[in-house]
């Protein structure tokens, strides 16, 4: 059973950063392009960014240049590092295996002073 555990949500301040981390099991990362999803409170659910298979990124406007998505295929897990968060940014983040569309459960992100 393919599953996608996401990890490493909380509270956090304005400014302040927060490391999210994905492990996959039951299936291998390392020919897969991994995305991250957030869905804030009555919004629809938007795209952050995505990695391909050799590391190459991309990301959508609300996550460039504060945004950083990393994959260790070793350990078949993906990360996305946040910095500079805003309260905006608060949100359920969910990591995706893209061609095959499986989900995670998501992890709380809430950025508040």
């Known amino acids: 059973q393919v599953q996608l555990v996401e990890s490493g949500g909380g509270l956090v301040q304005p400014g302040g950063s927060l490391r999210l981390s994905c492990a996959a099991s039951?299936?291998?990362?390392?020919?897969?392009?991994m995305e991250w999803y957030r869905q804030a409170p009555g919004k629809e659910r938007e795209w952050v960014g995505i990695?391909?298979?050799?590391?190459?990124?991309s990301y959508a406007n609300l996550a460039k240049g504060r945004f950083t998505i990393s994959r260790d295929n070793a350990k078949n897990t993906i990360t996305l590092q946040m910095n500079n968060l805003e309260i905006e940014d608060t949100a359920v983040y969910y990591c995706?295996?893209?061609?095959?569309?499986?989900w995670g459960q998501g992890t709380q992100v809430t950025v508040s002073s």
């Open positions: 995706k295996i893209r061609v095959i569309g499986v």
């Open positions: 039951g299936i291998s990362i390392s020919p897969q392009a």
């Open positions: 990695i391909g298979v050799a590391g190459d990124t």
